[in-house]
């Protein structure tokens, strides 16, 4: 059983970003957050970059609740 929880922010181009958020309740599930933001992360979040399979860039980031 896990009860951690996050919340998960990403920055992406506008097409992508549409896409993330038209599937935002299924990635909050599958990542166990309670909140998923497509837009700018706090300052102090832990973030990863990477490319998505269309080359777009992503930031994740997310914190630990």
Same mark, same amino acid.
């Given at each position: &059983?896990? @009860?951690? #929880?996050?919340?998960?922010?990403?920055? +992406?181009?506008?097409? +992508?970003? @549409? !896409?993330? #958020?038209? &599937?935002?309740?299924? !990635?909050?599930?599958? !990542?166990?957050? +309670?909140? =998923?933001?497509?837009?700018?992360?706090?300052? /102090?979040? =832990?973030?990863?970059?990477? %490319?998505v /399979?269309n /080359?777009?860039?992503? %930031?994740?980031?997310?914190? %630990?609740?």
């Open positions: &059983h896990v @009860s951690d #929880r996050i919340e998960l922010w990403c920055e +992406t181009d506008d097409a +992508t970003a @549409s !896409v993330l #958020r038209d &599937h935002a309740a299924y !990635v909050r599930e599958q !990542v166990l957050a +309670t909140q =998923f933001v497509v837009g700018a992360a706090p300052v /102090g979040a =832990f973030v990863a970059e990477g %490319k /399979g /080359g777009a860039a992503v %930031k994740l980031a997310l914190e %630990k609740r």
